[in-house]
C-alpha cells in the first residue's frame, strides 16, 4: 500500500482547493445542509473517474491527454487541449484568489499585494519537483493533514445539528440553487486531474505482466477512495461548518473574508479564525503545486511539446493573476467570492470534454484487453456524463436568458454570441461521443508506436565544416574532424570568423595585426592536414555575430556535418559573452558534433 501510495493524494488537492471552499461556503450559509448531498454524489463520482484514469494510465502506459491525441484528429485535439487550458487557468485563478486571501487575512497584507506574491508560488513549485516525487508527496500529505485538523477542531467547537446533516443527504435541487450546486460539482470533480492521476501512477515501477498491473490497479483504487473520501471528510466540514455558524445565525458568508472574521466571534473562540486562515493558505499551496504539474502533463500530452517548467509556471500563473487582480482593482474585496464561484462553473463546463474520452478509453477491449470497464461500471460512467452534461445545458439556458434579459439593446447579440458557442460546443461534444462507432479503433499499442529492427544505414561525410575561434578547443575539434574525414576521404571546411571592432564595421576590408595572424593560423593548419593527406578549405568570414556567419556559410557550402568546440559557459557568462552553438542548431538542419576539453 506504500509502495502504491500516493498519486491520488496529489490529486485529491483539487479537491479542497479554495474554489471549493467558496462553493461549500456559499452552500452551507445559504441552504443550510439541503445541499450536502451534493458534495456525496461528487465524490461518488470522483472515485469512478479517477479510478478509470489510474486503470488506463496503468494498463495502456499512457495518460489520458496522450490517448486523446493518438486516437483524435489534430483539430479536434487542439480545441480539447484549448479548452482544458482554460480549466487550469480557472483552477489557478482559485488558488490565486485563496492565497492572497489567507495572506490578506493572516498577515494583513493588501489583498491586491497578496495576490502579487502568489506569482512566488512558481519558485516552490520548481524547487519541489527537483526533490522528487517522494518528497512532493509528502509535503502535499503535510498540507492535507494540517487542514483536516484545522476543520475538525473547527467542527467540534461548531457543534452542528446530526439531524440535519443526515436529512441533507437526500437529494433536492432549485433554480435558485443550481448555481452553487455546478459549482460544488465543478469545484469537486475537476477535468484537469484525470489528466493528472493517469500520469502521476506511471510514477512507480508497476511491471507488465497482468497479474502485476491487476495488482496496481487493486491498490490505487485503494488509494483513491482513502484520499478522496479525505477529501469529502474536509469539504463536508467546510460546508457544515458554514451551515452551523452562518445559516443557524442568518449571516450568509458572501465572501472568505467575511466568513474568516465572523467565525470567532459567532463561535466565541479566537482561534476559529485562525484555523480557518491556516488551513486556507495550505489549501491554496498544496493545490498549486498540482495544477503545474497538471499543466505541463496536458501540453505534453496533446501537443507534444516540452517547455521549461519555470515559463510553463509563469504563463499559466500570470493568466490567472490578470484577471484577478483586475476584479480587485475594480469591485474590491467583494469581487473575488463571486470570481471563486464562476471559476469552478468554467471548471464543470469542460468536465465532459474529459470525462467522455476517459470512459471510452478504458471500456474498449482492444486498447485495455481484459481490464476493458464492465457493463456496470461502463453504464455508471455514462450516468455519471449525462449528469454532469445535463446540469450544464441547464446553467447555459438559464445563464443565457439571464445575460440577454439584462443586454437590452445588445440582447439580439448577447443571444447570437452564447447560442453559437453553446452549440458549438455541444456539436463537438456529440461529435466525441459518437466517434468510436465510425470508425475502427486501433489496437492495444495504442500510442506505442511498433518499431522493427531494421537495417541501420551507415553516414557518410563527404563535406565536414570545423568552426574555430583560436583557442584550445580548435585542436580537439580538428582531431575529431580529421577522424572522420581520414576514414570517408572528407574535405575540411575550415571556418574563423572575426569579432572585432573593425570586422564589425569593415567586414572583408578589415586588415588588422589580429586578421593576418588569424590567415596566418589557417595556412599553418592546412600544412598540417595536407601532412595527413587531408583536402582543406579555408574561410574567414567578418560579423559581430558568429552564429549568423556561420550558419550562412553553412548554407553555402551545404556540409554533411559541423563540428564545433563549446567553452562550457552558461547563464550570466551566456549573456555577456555570447552564445554561438544554439543559434547555430537552430538556424540549420545540419547534424552538429559538439566537443567540450575533458
Not at 74 to 103: H, K, Q, S, T, Y
Not at 179 to 196: F, K, S
Amino acid at each position: 500500500m506504500l509502495a502504491f501510495g500516493g498519486p491520488a493524494y496529489l490529486v485529491s488537492v483539487g479537491y479542497m482547493d479554495p474554489g471549493n471552499w467558496a462553493s461549500d461556503l456559499a452552500a452551507g450559509s445559504q441552504y443550510e445542509y439541503r445541499l450536502l448531498w451534493v458534495l456525496v454524489m461528487s465524490n461518488a463520482m470522483a472515485v469512478l473517474l479517477q479510478t478509470l484514469s489510474a486503470r488506463l494510465g496503468i494498463v495502456t502506459g499512457r495518460d489520458l491527454a496522450q490517448a486523446c491525441r493518438d486516437t483524435y484528429p489534430r483539430p479536434v485535439n487542439l480545441i480539447l487541449w484549448v479548452l482544458c487550458e482554460i480549466a487550469i487557468v480557472a483552477c489557478d485563478l482559485a488558488e490565486v484568489l485563496g492565497a492572497a486571501i489567507a495572506i490578506n487575512l493572516l498577515f494583513h497584507i493588501p489583498l491586491l499585494v497578496a495576490v502579487a506574491i502568489t506569482a512566488l508560488d512558481t519558485l516552490l513549485v520548481l524547487w519541489l519537483q527537483r526533490l522528487g516525487i517522494r518528497y512532493l508527496e509528502a509535503v502535499i500529505l503535510g498540507l492535507i493533514a494540517v487542514i483536516a485538523i484545522c476543520f475538525g477542531v473547527e467542527i467540534w467547537m461548531a457543534k452542528p445539528d446530526a439531524a440535519g446533516i443526515v436529512a441533507g443527504l437526500v437529494p433536492r435541487i432549485d433554480a435558485k440553487s443550481l448555481y452553487i450546486a455546478i459549482a460544488m460539482l465543478g469545484a469537486t470533480v475537476m477535468p484537469h486531474n484525470l489528466y493528472l492521476h493517469s500520469a502521476l501512477v506511471q510514477t512507480r515501477q508497476i511491471g507488465r505482466s497482468i497479474s502485476e498491473k491487476k495488482t496496481a490497479c487493486r491498490y490505487n483504487f485503494l488509494d483513491s477512495v482513502v484520499a478522496l473520501n479525505g477529501a469529502l471528510f474536509i469539504n463536508a466540514a467546510i460546508l457544515v461548518l458554514s451551515a452551523a455558524v452562518f445559516f443557524r445565525r442568518h449571516q450568509p458568508a458572501e465572501e472568505i473574508q467575511q466568513a474568516y472574521l465572523l467565525l470567532a466571534p459567532l463561535m466565541g473562540f479566537a482561534l476559529a479564525s485562525k484555523l480557518f486562515g491556516i488551513a486556507l493558505l495550505c489549501s491554496g499551496q498544496s493545490s498549486t503545486l498540482t495544477g503545474t504539474m497538471a499543466g505541463q502533463i496536458v501540453m505534453e500530452g496533446f501537443l507534444n511539446i516540452r517547455i521549461q517548467p519555470w515559463l510553463r509556471r509563469l504563463v499559466t500563473r500570470s493568466l490567472a493573476i490578470i484577471p484577478a487582480a483586475a476584479v480587485i482593482w475594480v469591485m474590491g474585496n467583494s469581487g473575488t467570492f463571486q470570481l471563486l464561484l464562476l471559476s469552478q462553473v468554467v471548471l464543470n463546463l469542460q468536465l465532459p470534454f474529459a470525462i467522455i474520452p476517459l470512459i471510452q478509453f478504458t471500456g474498449d477491449k482492444e486498447r485495455m484487453g481484459e481490464f476493458a470497464s464492465g457493463w456496470k461500471v461502463r453504464l455508471a460512467g455514462w450516468v455519471t456524463a449525462a449528469i454532469v452534461v445535463g446540469l450544464n445545458v441547464w446553467l447555459a439556458a438559464q445563464q443565457i436568458g439571464s445575460w440577454a434579459a439584462s443586454s437590452g439593446r445588445w440582447a439580439p447579440l448577447v443571444w447570437a454570441l452564447s447560442l453559437t458557442i453553446s452549440f458549438g460546443l455541444l456539436a463537438l461534444l456529440v461529435w466525441i461521443t459518437l466517434f468510436p462507432y465510425r470508425r475502427v479503433v486501433v489496437p492495444a499499442t495504442l500510442g506505442l508506436e511498433t518499431q522493427t529492427a531494421e537495417v541501420v544505414p551507415v553516414q557518410r561525410y563527404n563535406r565536414i565544416l570545423v568552426t574555430l575561434d583560436h583557442s584550445p578547443l580548435d585542436r580537439l575539434a580538428l582531431s575529431h574532424a580529421a577522424a572522420l574525414a581520414g576514414s570517408n576521404r572528407a574535405r575540411l571546411f575550415l571556418l574563423h570568423v572575426e569579432e572585432g571592432v573593425t570586422s564589425q564595421v569593415f567586414g572583408q576590408d578589415a586588415s588588422t595585426a589580429e586578421v593576418e595572424a588569424g590567415r596566418r593560423y589557417l595556412d599553418e593548419l592546412v600544412e598540417s592536414l595536407g601532412e595527413r593527406q587531408i583536402d582543406v578549405e579555408t574561410a574567414i568570414r567578418h560579423g559581430g555575430r558568429p552564429s549568423r556567419e556561420i550558419a550562412r556559410y553553412a548554407r553555402e557550402i551545404a556540409p554533411d556535418l559541423i563540428v564545433m568546440g563549446a567553452h562550457g559557459h552558461g547563464g550570466l557568462k551566456d549573456l555577456i559573452f555570447g552564445n554561438t552553438i544554439n543559434p547555430v542548431r537552430h538556424a540549420v538542419n545540419i547534424p552538429i558534433l559538439v566537443v567540450r576539453q575533458p
